[in-house]
């Protein structure tokens, strides 16, 4: 996509990169010591945030995009802003105003239609609150960290590779420092995102590091779980959190859903919801929040069949990809088809890449501009240990590539792991090609006995026997031949005997089997998807810096419609009535603005909260039968339509059925007197 | 709406009501001391109570309404069920399911449209992490509390009133209590809703009340604070909680929202988010949770001024209004129009006349029966402190009248409350009918002198002699003028003296005054709302009891239209894709059910969730042009319909801008041959 002058400057870069993907796959066939593979890695990822913000710089920026002033715009008309500001604000928690509101609402309906009706998924509203148990079977309580450091005096907090950076970016811009400390700097720079605790604290304590505002020396590095705690229940001792993400809800509803859909595999499940997470110094905006809105898809499939009957309908859908593969050599995303890079082996299955395709048509539909649109594929080492495939739809920013949207391939991750916390089978039924004879061994308890000698714990047991493995039934009968055997339940330990108990062995015919399902999971954080449309539908007027302005896509846009009176004359007034009266008809939403300003001046203020269409009656629509003036926000083009057709028109135009240029051909054009 | 006989039964219960109504209003008109006053209240409460639960009891019963059988359709068919019941479920948390999460969706758009697009509302999206000294200033942090005893020996919790519900009706269940305790008890229970702490203590004390399952003592009856407690950041020590209620939000947006409002009074916000109540003991299923959606308006008012420009247009439409006064009086609930409410001033003012009339007609709309719908005013004592009137939407169901929508007038208590709070101005300007002269009095602080004195604290300084009165600087001129002027700020005292500031006179003349708006708040609990829904659609097939279904609201239904084929020949194959593809082209959301069942078992199927139409594929659809029938799921009629025309109809039918009379004769009815 680069100019040949811009890809003479990346080349000696894209062979740093190479140089060490070619490295890594050379260790790892050697099969060397992980620790060698680790380094290498880190040194590979500095290359390539070298070689990508390098790409970044030298990319033709959008017209002079200026963040500044679409903060400003965003702030100014209440799209969003920082919550309980009156109280001094809080990090973190955005508030979105009647535009941004609207604008999110429009999204989420969008992405409803997209996904949930499109593909007939089960969309499912679960709590925030989540119980201990269920977070920590996720593995959540355990690993859903960042690495802190304290000030050792006054107790602040800091994100420790956060505080690294801002330190080490200081004394980069300091004159004064020397050159050698300063590469040594861009160096950490680089690797930082690799960094675990013992590299950071090594960095803090090399470089001196202290307390930004006191001077104060810092702790070492301590994980902090960014999960908001709580308690349920007036005792104090039911511990919860607030989800980090929507998806586990999904998979402890499993059986039901699966339940639901009569028992049948492949299904998808569906949620809208909140997530939140407490970040321990949150900056950059929408980006980085403490409490979300997430849509996320969790399909269950066969394991050993990831077709996707519908795939054949998005083959030829073409995406800019940016695989492991190239990412270690050092080249650029490139343009292919999903089919193409399915059959390739590229993307790792039809399912994971049909959602990838239907990731990026949602994102354009909404207004992500494609150019600035690719879908990174996770490195080995990025991924969860149990994911198998994994790929990002990045966003180019001004904040640089940010991840929007998560696909990944987790296997049966999850689904297992909430079945060993509470011995519930989460299970599908396979049917066999054909019916197959299985050997069976099973303990058959005495409840009689068992009932006498361990009371309310006989239940316990026969739970527990009822879940032995062939393994270990063999091993209770080897011993309980010779004596006692010694069951563990939980932390108890419960001796049986042989009276207790019979082992049975026999042969049945199964025409199942039972498999435990694979997970697609697409994951959308949602406000980062709106700031990146705020940021690409932000406009200059040609020769008038000053008038900016959204070019939001219809479909979302917060309000459809802006209806102005080109003056304040009464004699309007009905015409006016008729047009809210004929839009209210169709659900359009519109606001009219019957202000004091010039009918231009009423424009940039429509034109600035992105409503795309303008309706303005002027003296010629008195004229019977009455007409109105409809006018393209972007291009500001003009056109005469009857009253009785302006319904009918706008929401078409609206909900994107038709394109403006289509309503040109159909409509004389208007000449504006002044704009 | 009672017949004779049932009115003969009630009527010396009316006149017991009645006796302690004028009672009340006579001690009040005397002057009577509160605690008289409170002692009376109790017992009117006590025989309203008795009144209403002979009325609910005598009423005709809905044709054999069995919780049960609803209760396990919506279980097995998961329109929704507890959370997390694999790791054993928690009490007060419910997730939906597939249906639950469609109709709970298409009733919040419902909600949207009738509300926010209608009136123009500003919706805004807010936090439900929220601050400690937000919900200070609210008053939730002292306040929002319900009271709990505890087992003295091993701390399980009780909600006091529960407790000793329970227990009172357990020795009224008993034969050998003897008839003294047990009329005691009686009385006790209709009194327990006005029980203080000590009335309560008395209670348990009085008749020896214990741990239920211990039988160890209890703890006097302490407050529990219903907010879920959390905190934001590393640190620990920035308390937050998760909001009890979305309408906070709106509030400290107030001037964000007014600006976006162009400076104008009147104008709505709204907000359709989660609400958080740690509740001791839930029980109820929906109708008391600890997570929930709420929906609620902001009307924001010249006090001086609450007429309603759209009023007009609710004029005429009637309700069943349960006034304060009628409630005193023992009378039944009375049907009148909200504006013969309005102008006898049975309801206070036209913005909350008009608001409940629309409250009434969305709940109508979504599927309440209008038969179980009153409004019912609050007495004097229920009501909050600040508020002025306050009328709670009650709906008819299993578990008695219960409140789903609060249609308050709040005055401007929250507005003051965090304006003080937050020493910042939350006014609206009103334009004066002619200029004012005012006379102002200020302090010029001289800011050169008060720097050098106090460094830092100047500023602080500076804001707090801009804020005071006009007395509290009659008093400064007073001191400053014979030695120095303590001036306090927040916890720190600050000596001034006369070199350091001037006190300045003049007049200026005004065109506009500041004034606090008041607040009138419909505040709907939309999982309340849902559950009356269902219990208001489910039905059983004469002559068949055990074939139930829920008659839904097309509007609102999850799913619009089942479409199944009559037997599994593959000759249908192409019939059924062209008929999904013609309610795809309508965004219609429907489901096929091709398996094995008859058709007749196929439709009781979709019938129990609550799909109001159904599509069948027939051998006479192949006849050119195809053709199909439509069955209407309450009546079971059907009629046939080429298939051009299906999505339009389908699509008519489910807005509800068709009905099923007018669908019948438009098309040919269809004979069913088996249903």
């Known amino acids: 996509m680069a100019t040949p002058e811009i890809e003479a400057q990346l080349a000696p870069l894209r062979i740093a990169v190479k140089e060490y993907g070619d490295l890594i796959r050379d260790l790892k066939e050697k099969g060397a010591p992980k620790i060698d593979i ?44 920082q919550s309980f500001s009156i109280y001094g604000g809080v990090t973190g928690l955005y508030d979105f105003g009647p535009m941004g509101c609207a604008l999110k609402a429009n999204m989420l309906q969008e992405w409803r239609k997209h996904f949930v009706l499109e593909e007939g998924m089960l969309e499912v509203d679960c709590t925030s609150l989540t119980p201990e148990p269920v977070l920590k079977a996720s593995g959540h309580v355990d690993r859903f960290a960042d690495w802190m450091v304290k000030d050792v005096k006054n107790g602040e907090c800091f994100r420790a590779d956060h505080l690294i950076k801002n330190a080490a970016e200081k004394i980069i811009a300091d004159k004064k420092a020397d050159e050698a400390t300063k590469s040594a700097l861009q160096d950490v720079l680089a690797r930082l995102e690799g960094f675990d605790d013992k590299d950071m604290q090594d960095v803090i304590t090399k470089f001196c590091f202290k307390s930004p ?17 709580s308690q349920i ?78 795939f054949k309908k998005v083959r030829t859908y073409p995406m800019v990809l940016f695989s492991a593969c190239n990412q270690m050599d050092g080249q650029a995303a490139v343009s292919m088809t999903i089919g193409e890079a399915v059959e390739k082996g590229i993307v790792a299955n039809e399912t994971l890449g049909y959602y990838m395709a239907r990731t990026h048509m949602y994102l354009v539909r909404v207004g992500v501009d494609p150019r600035r649109l690719r879908f990174r594929q996770h490195l080995g080492n990025e991924m969860a240990h149990y994911a198998q495939d994994c790929w990002d739809a990045e966003i180019l920013t001004s904040y640089g590539w940010i991840e929007c949207v998560g696909n990944a391939d987790r296997s049966c991750y999850d689904l297992t792991q909430h079945s060993k916390a509470t011995n519930t089978k989460l299970v599908a039924e396979k049917k066999l090609s054909e019916p197959r004879t299985v050997n069976v061994v099973e303990v058959v308890p005495n409840m009689a006995i068992l009932g006498k000698e361990f009371k309310k ?16 039934i063999e091993s209770l009968e080897r011993q309980i031949n010779t004596g006692a055997f010694k069951l563990k339940v939980d932390n108890d330990e419960f001796s049986l005997t042989s ?15 039972e498999i435990i399902p ?41 309000i459809k419609c802006s209806v102005l009176p080109i003056s304040a004359n009464e004699r309007l007034n009905p015409i006016i009535e008729a047009v809210r009266e004929e839009l209210n008809r169709y659900e359009l939403s519109h606001r009219v603005d019957d202000s004091a300003g010039s009918i231009g001046r009423r424009y940039a203020r429509t034109d600035e909260i992105g409503i795309p269409f303008g309706v303005t009656v002027d003296f010629e629509s008195e004229i019977e039968p009455w007409t109105v003036t409809v006018r393209h926000a972007e291009s500001m083009e003009q056109i005469r339509v009857d009253l009785s057709e302006l319904g009918s028109l706008v929401s078409a135009l609206s909900s994107e059925r038709m394109d403006w240029d289509t309503a040109k051909r159909m409509y004389p054009i208007f000449e504006a007197k002044s704009d």
Chains 1, 2 share one sequence.
Do not use: W
Not at 57 to 80: C, G, I, T, V
């Open 38 to 81: 680790d380094k290498a890695v880190i040194e590979l990822k500095a290359r390539k945030k070298k070689l990508e913000d390098t790409e970044v710089a030298l990319a033709p920026k959008e017209a002079s995009f200026d963040r500044l002033k679409l903060e400003d715009l965003l702030k100014r008309r209440f799209f969003y802003d």
């Open 213 to 229: 505002a006191t001077g104060n020396d810092l702790t070492p590095p301590i994980a902090f779980n960014l999960m908001f705690p």
């Open 233 to 310: 229940g007036p005792t104090g001792d039911f511990k919860a959190f607030l989800r980090p993400e929507t998806a586990q809800g999904i998979f402890v509803n499993f059986k039901r859903l699966l339940e639901f859909n009569q028992g049948k595999l492949p299904f998808a499940a569906a949620q809208i919801g909140l997530g939140f997470r407490n970040e321990i110094s949150p900056r950059q905006g929408l980006i980085r929040v403490r409490e979300f809105t997430m849509c996320e898809i969790e399909h269950f499939v066969d394991p050993a069949d990831k077709s996707f009957a519908k």
């Open 457 to 472: 714990d006989a239940k316990r047991i026969q739970i527990a026997l009822a879940q032995m493995s062939e393994e270990c």
């Open 499 to 513: 009276n207790m108990l019979a082992v049975k062995r026999s042969t049945k015919t199964v025409h199942v089997e």
């Open 518 to 558: 694979s997970v697609i999971e697409p994951s959308f954080g949602i406000g980062r998807i709106m700031y990146a449309v705020l940021e690409h539908s932000f406009r200059q007027r040609e020769g008038d810096e000053q008038r900016t302005f959204l070019a939001l896509r219809p479909l979302v846009a917060p």
